[in-house]
């Protein structure tokens, strides 16, 4: 209800503005780190799209400057995002328990449900391709076509 006076236009506009900005400074950082490294043999990836940890596994030198690069971007905009929601979704449930009307809990708690469900799916495939030591590639492989096609 207090929504109108809560999401202003210049708050709208912060919003889009740090997402947007994140959005540059870490694809700018990614695409620095993944351009500098040298490649030889193969060019084959055995993923279905092009991305930094499957660029990685191509590189014919060592690579823990980038993979720490990619992991604390990794940590910063994965773990930010999911604090502040997990903080959100708290204070929700607090003010859904406290309702009055009992008829109304359930279809709170289930909209409130479904968008948890479809948060917890897409931060935790990003989690575990960005944020995991190295793993099988069919296991990321399948972690990624949740990260990148069921949850949207």
Not at 13 to 26: E, F, I, K, M, P
Not at 33 to 56: D, W
Not at 58 to 83: H, N, Y
Request: net charge positive; with cysteine; hydrophobic share 45%.
């Amino acid at each position: 209800l207090r929504y109108p006076s809560t999401m202003t236009w210049r708050v709208c506009v912060q919003l889009a503005a740090g997402s947007w900005t994140s959005g540059t400074v870490v694809s700018v950082l990614d695409t620095t780190f993944i351009l500098r490294l040298p490649y030889r043999g193969s060019n084959s990836i055995a993923h279905f799209f092009c991305e930094a940890p499957a660029l990685l596994i191509l590189a014919s030198t060592d690579t823990r400057t980038s993979e720490m690069a990619i992991f604390l971007m990794g940590v910063v905009i994965l773990f930010i995002p999911v604090s502040l929601i997990l903080v959100s979704y708290c204070h929700i449930i607090v003010t859904v328990v406290r309702m009055k009307s009992a008829v109304r809990r359930p279809k709170a708690f289930s909209t409130c449900g479904s968008h948890l469900l479809v948060v917890i799916l897409f931060y935790g495939s990003a989690t575990v391709t960005y944020m995991t030591p190295k793993s099988s590639k069919e296991q990321k492989k399948l972690v990624c076509v949740f990260y990148a096609m069921v949850t949207p």
